[in-house]
């Protein structure tokens, strides 16, 4: 059974370059059969898309978020990274890691981890 | 960029039936937007009712469906009940792998 986990820094800094990393078990992200996404939620609001990315590390983002966002994978720690740069109020979330099939088939969640922009 | 709609709250008796619906600001979805469904309680992951429009996902109960009504997806509940009352969310595929979500719709069983 697959397991998703996010994991760090649950306080960013205005300006600053919010940085998550979700680590795979139960599955390889090389395997090649599954896209790895991220997706967060803003309290109280509704989910948002951020990109996904293959283990060949094609991604594809956002056009929101394009501009500042980059997905990354590491196929030797069976992990995928989320990178935000220029981080505001407003990126405040429970960002979440998800295993992708057929392009919108999230079957797979993390728990969830919050992210607090702040000084 | 084009947005997804839901209703923002919807509704229903216990042991009712209910269609929530997954909308675009402009155009008609159909099955290569790969509607999905999801269903969030408080304080937990989304988990997928349903995939590629109209599949229920492993262990999903049979009273949850998906279809394409007109010209939106459609989730329908029949038979709701007490612990059917949740958020849902549809995601659609706009192609060149970019997906979005539409706002949610507040489901309450009353």
């Known amino acids: ?9 649950g306080l960013v800094k205005p300006s600053q370059t919010l940085s998550l990393t979700c680590t795979v ?15 967060r939620q803003p309290a109280g609001k509704g989910l948002e898309w951020i990109g996904r990315i293959y283990t060949s590390g094609s991604a594809k983002y956002n056009p929101s978020l394009k501009s500042r966002v980059t997905i990354s994978v590491d196929t030797s720690k069976n992990q995928f990274s989320l990178n935000l740069s220029s981080v505001t109020a407003a990126d405040t979330a429970v960002y979440y890691c998800a295993r992708t099939r057929n392009w919108n088939d999230f079957d797979s969640w993390g728990q969830g981890t919050l992210v607090t922009v702040s000084s | 960029q084009t947005v997804v709609t839901q209703e923002p709250s919807f509704s229903v008796s216990p042991g009712g039936t209910v269609t929530l619906t997954c909308g675009l600001s402009s155009g008609s979805v159909s099955t290569t937007y790969y509607p999905n469904w999801y269903q969030q309680t408080p304080g937990q992951a989304p988990r997928t009712l349903i995939y590629n429009t109209n599949t229920r996902s492993s262990g999903v109960p049979d009273r949850f469906s998906g279809s394409i009504l007109g010209n939106k997806a459609a989730l329908t509940i029949t038979g709701a009940q007490a612990d059917d009352e949740s958020d849902y969310y549809c995601v659609l595929y706009m192609g060149s792998g970019i997906s979005v979500f539409g706002g949610g719709t507040k489901l309450t069983v009353l």
């Not at chain 1, 059974?1 to 820094?9: A, I, K, M, R, Y």
């Open chain 1, 1 to 9: 059974q697959v397991q998703l986990q996010e994991s760090g820094p």
């Open chain 1, 25 to 39: 078990s139960g599955d390889s992200i090389s395997s090649g059969t599954y896209y790895w996404s991220w997706i």
